[in-house]
């Protein structure tokens, strides 16, 4: 096993000053136990940690690294950037384009207001949706992550046309009164929701594809019975494309699917590894926000120069590039691969693929829904996890997560990867 008593000695200190040691819950192993990695710095597709371990990445800091760590395009970009200064508080010519290249690949977005993280981008796209539309409600699904935003964080009630109640303390009620949580890729529940209060629903909210619960893809039907919906019925169809945005396809799922939402929130890739959300859409409802509108959505530090030339390098990057087909295929190796060497080691399992996002379920059922993926063999997960991590890959530390394929990844890393999954799974095969 690898020496890490380097990142030991780090979270100890980290968390007599950091709550749990960590900024943000998701890294502090709670998922799988043991001590989180510190990284020292990051090349290409590996990490290498403060103890000098190195580790094939596929987290990628959770989405924005698609074409690997220290991009020289990006790298280039802040370094050009720096000498200018960090932070004006007034318009940069930078703003403009990196909204024109997000206008240019999501066939839905018109108009683009920069915020500083995906949470940001669902809050103030959830906000403009209730102003828009001059009603409260809004529908969300089980699983699905849209960032740590008051009214979205609910817990399912009993029954489908039951209120959420607030999944954490802090959360008043009535922040989540007007939130629904319906099962993902069940159309019955949103049709029958609809028919029910229709005239009260603002927005609905999904991953078009879902990465936070694991990767679940959605159904044809479920996909196709949105728009005509939410049009019928007045209400405003968010695609949160945080994860998916750039990923899946440049544009996104509705790209890949086909479909237009009204409103598209976006981050992580949009800022190559700075702090960058988004949310655009049609222009009618985009000029709802503020200056032009009434809907009040502010930031000191939104469109900052760094994170505007790192998401413009990124973006030209990605679009000069396309490496997408490449991505799939590798993905689909991997994956493959995995589902092969379980079958054959008669591991109760289960794949998820959408493009160059992956998931590798404990679980025999396809996981649909939020449902489904609850019933996931944590235990064996950890397990998994760990003896990954001792032969030098890097995957998330949840079973609940999307893992991601990379632009820098080759053929042998695949190679490597599968090796030491044959490895992990046959002694999680053999142990009691
Ligand atoms: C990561 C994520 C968010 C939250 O973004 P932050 O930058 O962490 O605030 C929102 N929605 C989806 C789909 C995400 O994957």
Redesign the pocket.
């Known amino acids: 096993m690898a020496n890490r008593q380097n990142s030991e000695n780090e979270f100890q200190r980290a968390q007599q000053v950091i709550p749990g040691g960590v900024n ?1 819950p998701a890294r502090a192993f709670g998922g799988v136990g043991g001590t989180p990695v510190f990284i020292d710095r990051g090349e290409k597709q590996y990490l290498f940690d403060i103890d000098g371990n190195r580790y094939l990445d596929y987290v990628g800091s ?2 924005p690294h698609i074409l690997g760590h220290n991009h020289p395009a990006i790298v280039g970009a802040l370094e050009a950037a720096l000498p200018s200064g960090t932070s004006f508080g007034a318009p940069t010519v930078r703003e403009s384009e990196l909204a024109e290249l997000i206008v240019d690949a999501v066939p839905s977005i018109e108009k683009v207001r920069m915020v500083n ?6 809050m103030s796209a959830i906000r403009l949706a209730r102003g828009y539309t001059g009603r409260d409600g809004v529908v969300k699904f089980a699983g ?5 935003v008051d009214s979205l964080l609910v817990q399912a009630g009993s029954g489908a046309l039951t209120l959420g109640t607030p999944s954490s303390p802090g959360i008043p009620e009535g922040c989540t009164r007007d939130t629904h949580v319906l099962e993902y890729n069940d159309v019955e529940s949103l049709i029958q929701l609809f028919s029910e209060a229709g005239e009260k629903i603002a927005c609905v909210i999904l ?1 078009p594809v ?3 619960m694991g990767v679940v893809a959605p159904t044809t039907e479920f996909l196709k019975a949105l728009r005509p919906l939410c049009t019928q019925h007045g209400a405003v169809l968010i695609f ?5 945005g750039f990923r899946v396809a440049f544009g996104g799922a509705q790209e890949r699917f086909g479909i237009t939402p009204d409103l598209t ?1 976006l ?2 890739i949009v800022g190559g590894g700075l ?1 960058v ?1 988004a949310y655009g859409g049609k222009t009618e409802i985009m000029n709802s926000v503020s200056p032009v509108g009434p809907v009040y959505q502010a930031g000191t530090l939104s469109g900052n120069p760094l994170a505007m030339a790192s998401g413009v390098a990124t973006l030209r990057t990605l679009k000069e590039s396309n490496p997408y087909p490449q991505l799939e295929e590798k993905t689909t190796k991997l994956v493959s691969g995995l589902d092969e060497i379980a079958t054959s080691l008669g591991i109760p399992h289960s794949v998820a693929q959408v493009g160059s996002m992956f998931t590798f379920f404990f679980n025999p059922e396809p996981v649909t829904s939020f449902a489904v993926s609850a019933k996931n063999d944590t235990e064996k997960f950890s397990k998994y996890f760990h003896g990954m991590l001792d032969r030098g890959v890097y995957l998330p530390c949840s079973q609940f997560e ?1 893992n991601f394929v990379g632009a820098e990844h080759t053929d042998e890393d695949l190679e490597q990867t599968l090796k030491a999954a044959r490895e992990v799974l046959q002694e999680i095969s053999t142990s009691p």
Not at 240 to 244: A, G, H, I
């Open positions: 943000s959770w989405g993280s995906g949470t940001e981008a669902t699905c992550y849209h960032g740590h991953e879902v990465g936070n949160d494309e945080v994860m998916t929130t981050g992580k702090p959300g999307a």
